[in-house]
């Protein structure tokens, strides 16, 4: 796909921790605790160090702190480690996608300082908000953002149109206005339509329009045994692979390396053990190899990438779910519009 030379946007999940339980995220069941194998890890300074050489960093365009399973925001070593970046590298982007319901003033601070994008979690406003977002304190998050803007950071409100709240997203665009975001970001709606349970697995109230039981019990098994269907999907006509076009590296806690996130929700042990992502997780698991950073330099991790796209236009028994899904169909998006403050309408 590329060489190690060639990568100029880097994705780093800092953590597979989080204080929130949303409820269509990696590492809960729709809101209930839900662990089939992950590890929770969050990466050190030292460590980032370690695996991201000063040569590696400077080459980069972007780098961006997301995730499959944890925020960084959690991270105690979140400010020294994009001082460390940063120093490497004066001139790339770095953004942060964040709950924000957590961090001290002086990270805030930090992070305005060395000049982070944060793209801040707001799924609504304060009535609304908590039922995805669920563990998160909006007005925390609406302290944290002011804290971050008033040092000089550049906030973007981004927005998930739910049936829980889209009837909130015109005030939600005029409040980030009125706040001092510098932009309103809205999500594709693809995390829509699910029953939600507390963490012991009881039943609460539905986003969207579920066609699944409310059984926590019987949900978790239709949703482990419809994983033995995935080859039911079509084939999409053409694989538009976004880490190829973006020269796209993946890091994950572990310190393990993938093309994308799509690719690299830890396959080698979640859900390995008769969840619905070990069918998903036996194709990509097949094909990986030597790809953790602690282990082997940058170039030999990412050789396994190779392999990846003849996948594209193998059968369907031999394809790989996460390429056909996302880059077969090109459906996730977010479109991030500036905040006009010339609007007579705000």
Partial sequence: MYTAQQIRTL???LSSNCQASCPLCLRNFHGATYNKGYTVKSLTVSEIKQILPTEFVAQLDTIIFEGNLGDAIVVSDLA??????????????????TNASAGSKQTWVT??????????????????HHLYRRGTNWQKIIDNAGIFMSAGGD???????????????EDCRRLSVELGFSSFAVMSDQRQNCHVFDAQ???QYSIGNPKGPKDFKQAVRDYEMSGEHQDLRPVPKRI?????????LYLDALGDVYPCCYLGSQPRTFDRTGGVQKYVHKRVDDIMHNNNLFENTIDTAIDWFNQIPPK??????????????????????IEVSKNDYNDSSI
């Fill in 11 to 13: 994705e780093i999940e």
């Fill in 80 to 97: 020294d480690t994009v001082e460390y970046l940063r120093s490497c590298n004066p001139h790339c982007d770095i953004e942060l996608h």
């Fill in 111 to 128: 992070l305005a300082e060395q000049r982070v994008r944060v793209f801040f979690a707001l799924d609504g406003l304060a009535d609304t």
């Fill in 155 to 169: 906030a973007i409100w981004k927005f998930i149109p739910l049936t829980t709240n889209q009837h909130q997203q």
């Fill in 201 to 203: 697995g009881e039943y």
């Fill in 240 to 248: 538009d692979c976004y880490a190829d076009k973006r020269k796209y």
């Fill in 312 to 333: 594209w236009n193998a059968p369907m028994s031999d394809r790989l779910a996460a390429c056909d899904n996302v880059c077969g169909k090109n459906t996730n998006y």
